[in-house]
């Protein structure tokens, strides 16, 4: 069994900078990797970012690109999604999720773990 723990969601105003957090726990494979998503009521599940194992392979979605950076830190089994000049758009529920294979990572039906969600409101 895989835990995911998302923390750092929150109110910030438009422009403003936000960390989220997101700690795995238990059975995790040796190697895996992580994304991010968001969701707004009565819309899909959308990626936002992944990353590797190492870090050498990013991805992001095209809006995103440039305002949010995605890192991880292997020792505390942590993945951390730094979040600048955000605008209303942005605001969702974000969630992390693990991919033990690292195939279709754009894609929320591939990754079998997922946190619990934090929420992320951004006023304009």
């Known amino acids: 069994q895989v835990q995911l723990v998302e923390s750092g969601g929150g109110l910030v105003q438009a422009g403003g900078s936000l960390r989220l957090s997101c700690a795995a726990s238990?059975?995790?494979?040796?190697?895996?990797?992580m994304g991010w998503f968001r969701q707004t009521p009565g819309k899909e599940r959308a990626f936002v970012a992944a990353?590797?194992?190492?870090?050498?392979?990013?991805s992001y979605e095209d809006s995103v690109r440039g305002r949010f950076t995605i890192s991880r830190d292997n020792a505390k089994n942590t993945v951390y999604l730094q979040m600048n000049s955000l605008k209303p758009e942005d605001a969702a529920v974000y969630y992390c999720?693990?991919?033990?294979?690292?195939?279709?990572?754009?894609?929320?039906?591939?990754?079998?773990?997922w946190g619990q969600g934090t929420q992320v409101t951004v006023s304009s």
């Open positions: 999720a693990l991919n033990p294979r690292g195939l279709s990572l754009s894609r929320a039906s591939s990754y079998p773990y």
């Open positions: 238990g059975r995790t494979p040796s190697t895996y990797y």
């Open positions: 990353i590797n194992w190492s870090g050498g392979w990013i």
